[in-house]
């Protein structure tokens, strides 16, 4: 009886009646919330939370529990607080979300408009808006290169309209600088710093010289790279010091990431016909032990200058799937019966690394649905990471045909993920590629992580509430969605992951540290 007498209702009652044993008290307890003030009486800790905060606060007024209603006060104090910042945010966070779904959709809108939008709003007023704008865009080249040619075109038609009456003028030289800075983080990159060549913004000179300094780093990662790893392997180094010894080689080499080998090969496959020509040992043995290079090699490197230049792979059924052109696909594979179910690898996208993507898997990750349905009718076999690249495909009736398909042939889907994990594979490459092998992990395949790179909103919402609400994930247990969001620029997602209760405030200090890393 001691604990109840900190309620003063409860205390006064039992000072009138020492032998009362009971006590009824009319509660609609819906969610249980009783409970949590029986465990308080009996010295157990509670957790207020946002879900149980407000009928605490009443029960604890009820039964006069004045300890309670201090602590309990001052949490739905800092919660209103916390809320009303969002609020006041609102509107930056909506310009956000707005430009990120603009600039996605930029083929269907048009160029034109969306400069005409980002010349009338905020993005081209002061510098810090439009280097925040230069983020987003390279979001999109990293992630998109069909949109390619449309940021190109918008960049330039920005250019020209910078004057006095906004800081445009900070807009291509910033661009240009940041996305030097992230080379050769992936083929995309590469591609769209080609482009870039092309227009005379930048010489290849200079990019065959960051070129020869990654592979002069790579050597020498290699050489110190068994005292490296026995430093790495001291468990208790902690996340802080592993996040300042970063940023301090980032500094040093001019560099927004780590390289290792498979980052450099991005660089190399792109820019062969330079490099070839400098006749560098280490360049021509990393080409010749290359076999996507080496058929260049045997076959003439023109024929590899005009596939870059087209934009698209050379390979024939790469092409048709690509296009959705299942009349070609069909002839191909009918006078071909042996034919490999495999994509080789090309240098335009970053599902094709390994060169063990199905036919299958390609349509669904460009969103080829003639083609998707015409392998499909021919015994084409989905697998784990069809739902992945179905949402990459962005077809919302593929999605639907695979999700369906997943669940009537009991084919699990790989939606959940440990999201120290992926920190690892994805951000933090240089921590577990002391061996040069990164390309031989697993890939990552999640399906909810290209809905939120790509700022698909809609398609986050369906997976989130369908693979995750629906199974009892909420709250904390959304850090993982909040990391890759926060990675992405992704505003919209990481408010619905607040929404759904993640508390940054409660989180470990290692997984805060992530995400401001």
């Not at 068994?226 to 468990?235: H, R, V």
């Not at 199974?471 to 505003?491: P, R």
């Not at 409660?506 to 540290?513: F, P, Q």
């Amino acid at each position: 009886k001691l604990g109840i007498n900190s309620s003063k209702i409860l205390k006064e009652m039992l000072e009138k009646d020492p032998n009362l044993s009971s006590f009824y008290y009319d509660f609609d307890d819906e969610f249980e919330s009783f409970q949590n003030i029986c465990d308080f009486f009996n010295f157990q800790p509670i957790t207020i939370t946002t879900d149980n905060m407000n009928t605490l606060k009443n029960i604890a007024d009820d039964l006069q529990i004045e300890c309670a209603i201090c602590e309990i006060n001052e949490f739905i104090e800092s919660y209103e607080k916390a809320v009303q910042k969002i609020d006041e945010k609102n509107i930056l966070i909506d310009s956000v979300v707005e430009l990120c779904n603009d600039l996605y959709d930029i083929k269907n809108i048009g160029v034109e408009i969306i400069q005409d939008k980002i010349l009338r709003s905020e993005w081209s007023q002061t510098k810090e808006n439009v280097q925040e704008l230069v983020c987003y865009l390279l979001q999109v080249v990293h992630n998109n290169f069909n949109l390619h040619s449309y940021i190109m075109d918008l960049l330039l038609m920005l250019d020209k309209n910078a004057n006095e009456e906004n800081e445009l003028k900070i807009l291509m030289p910033y661009f240009i600088e940041q996305i030097k800075l992230n080379f050769p983080t992936n083929k995309l990159n590469c591609a769209f710093i080609f482009r870039l060549i092309q227009k005379g913004f930048i010489s290849i000179d200079e990019i065959i010289g960051k070129i020869l300094f990654c592979l002069k780093e790579c050597k020498k990662k290699k050489k110190r790279s068994f005292l490296i790893a026995q430093n790495y392997e001291d468990d208790y180094k902690n996340d802080k010091e592993k996040f300042v010894l970063k940023l301090t080689k980032n500094f040093e080499s001019d560099s927004n990431i780590s390289i290792n080998n498979s980052i450099l090969k991005n660089a190399i496959v792109w820019f062969f016909p330079e490099l070839i020509l400098l006749k560098n040992k280490d360049i021509e043995s990393q080409i010749k032990d290359d076999q996507f290079l080496s058929f260049y090699l045997l076959n003439g490197i023109e024929q590899f200058k005009k596939m870059r230049e087209s934009g698209e792979p050379d390979n024939e059924i790469s092409k048709a799937i690509i296009n959705d052109d299942v009349d070609t696909l069909q002839k191909i594979m009918s006078n071909n019966p042996s034919l490999p179910n495999l994509i080789p690898f090309n240098i335009f996208d970053n599902f094709s690394e390994s060169g063990n993507n199905t036919f299958i898997n390609y349509a669904a990750a460009n969103g080829s649905l003639k083609c998707f349905k015409y392998l499909l009718l021919n015994h084409a076999s989905l697998d784990e990471s069809s739902f992945y690249y179905a949402v990459l495909g962005q077809n919302v009736e593929i999605i639907r045909i695979v999700d369906q398909f997943s669940s009537q042939n009991n084919i699990e889907l790989n939606c959940q993920f440990v999201s120290d994990d992926y920190f690892d594979k994805v951000y933090r490459k240089s921590y577990d590629d002391f061996d040069d092998d990164s390309e031989k992990k697993t890939p990552v395949r999640y399906p909810i992580i290209p809905a939120i790179k790509k700022h698909q909103n809609e398609l986050f919402n369906w997976i989130l509430e369908n693979k995750y609400l629906n199974i009892g994930i909420t709250g904390n247990e959304l850090y993982d969605v909040v990391s890759v969001a926060v990675q992405n620029g992704n505003a919209y997602a990481f408010i619905q992951c607040i929404d759904k209760g993640l508390d940054i405030s409660s989180l470990k200090n290692n997984n805060t540290g992530h995400l401001i890393e």
